[in-house]
């Protein structure tokens, strides 16, 4: 057993087992990219949490579950430790965990649900101390479709409030202190129909819509950096077109998936996309950069927390996937992402490196033992502290 002392001098346990491996194993076995098995899971972190005589309470948010916990003082710091259970499809084995070495191995092992694990730990943690408020937040549908209606957003928009925010998206044990922006662009093109056995005779609408993203991927957005990134990402992600197997297609819509840099504006990529000519933009929707400063104190207590874990800058990472830190962000709450050591994620190997969970508990400890001391007298003056501390689209950092 080792200990951290927090600021009023009471110990904070760190148990030497694998506890926080044992846990994401177990989360990991449900198919969480399904309702049901989201449910069963929601159900089972609910009664982790219970079990630990924790203060746990769970909302719906479209029909799926949202669970909320709480441990520390009334008063003082408020912060949000935000995790989410729901995974991008896989295949069946993906669900079956695996350890080789120091890798477990399983859909969600890095994204997030190893994370999620170490932060529920974290959150027992917590409840050893007197000088922060820490709140754990599991989201159902942060990997959803549905972009323009999400749990975070709601909750927040219903009166959630904190000082800071930690979302344990994947980083190796570094600070995200800026993610591109989301621009998530339909587009259709249209062709001209013909029998498939003249194709001469038709316009191919799918041929021209790939060359039409192929055209997209030489815009002039596409060259600029920024620095924290060498380029912004664009994805074809969807693609559909087509009536019939003897028919050349006159129409085809296709979702392209563009991650801007900070300096970027979403505006402007979107009059460039209009200006290829050939293609019609039918539905759009954008979410903006996130951009905390490097000088929050918040963000400088979480560096003085994961300074034992790693080596180098912890603050030197930029996200190139957005998350729900924006979400946050938005709303004039400082948030970063803070993840374990892995790969994969999205992907037929995701793991997740277990040593790392350990030392993201211990990181998590650390910085709220550390943070009394570093907002001082701001740990009341929320509106002051935003104002000054960051937001989404407030300059870069």
């Not at 098995?37 to 159900?43: D, E, K, P, T, V």
């Not at 790939?210 to 600029?224: C, G, K, Q, V």
């Not at 933009?281 to 994961?306: E, Q, W």
């Amino acid at each position: 057993m080792t200990t951290a002392v927090g600021s009023a001098g009471r110990t904070i346990p760190y148990p030497d087992r694998v506890d926080e491996r044992v846990l994401a194993e177990r989360l990991l076995t449900y198919d969480t990219s399904r309702p049901d098995q989201l449910r069963a899971a929601a159900g089972f972190v609910k009664g982790w949490l219970e079990s630990r005589e924790l203060d746990v309470s769970d909302v719906e948010h479209n029909g799926l579950p949202v669970v909320m916990a709480q441990a520390g003082p009334p008063s003082g710091p408020r912060v949000v430790l935000h995790g989410h259970l729901d995974v991008v499809p896989a295949y069946p084995h993906q669900f079956v965990p695996r350890v080789e070495g120091d890798r477990l191995y399983g859909r969600g092992a890095y994204d997030m649900k190893g994370a999620l694990a170490a932060m529920m730990f974290a959150l027992k943690d917590a409840a050893g101390q007197q000088a922060v408020r820490v709140l754990l937040l599991c989201v159902p549908d942060e990997e959803s479709d549905d972009i323009e209606d999400r749990s975070t957003d709601a909750l927040i928009a219903g009166g959630l409030e904190a000082d800071f925010a930690i979302t344990g998206e994947p980083t190796d044990l570094h600070i995200g202190v800026q993610a591109k922006g989301v621009l998530a662009v339909r587009l259709e093109v249209r062709g001209l129909a013909a029998h498939g056995s003249t194709p001469w005779m038709g316009d191919n609408a799918i041929l021209k819509a790939h060359d039409a993203f192929r055209r997209i991927e030489t815009l002039p957005f596409s060259r600029e950096s920024s620095d924290l990134f060498d380029r912004p990402s664009i994805n074809l992600a969807r693609i559909a077109g087509g009536d019939a197997f003897n028919k050349v297609p006159d129409r085809c819509c296709i979702d392209v998936d563009i991650r801007f840099l900070p300096n970027q504006d979403a505006g402007e990529i979107l009059a460039q996309i209009r200006r290829l000519g050939d293609v019609e933009i039918v539905k759009c929707f954008t979410r903006p950069p996130a951009i905390v400063s490097r000088d929050n104190p918040y963000v400088l207590a979480l560096r003085d927390g994961v300074s034992a874990a790693i080596t180098g800058d912890a603050l030197s990472v930029g996200r190139d996937g957005a998350s729900d830190a924006v979400s946050f962000l938005a709303a004039g709450i400082p948030a970063v992402e803070f993840g374990p050591v892995g790969g994969g994620h999205h992907g037929p190997e995701e793991w997740v490196s277990i040593s790392s969970l350990a030392r993201y508990r211990r990181a998590l400890g650390d910085f709220v033992a550390a943070l009394p001391g570093r907002v001082g007298a701001q740990a009341g003056a929320r509106a002051g502290l935003r104002a000054v501390e960051g937001g989404a689209g407030g300059g870069p950092a």
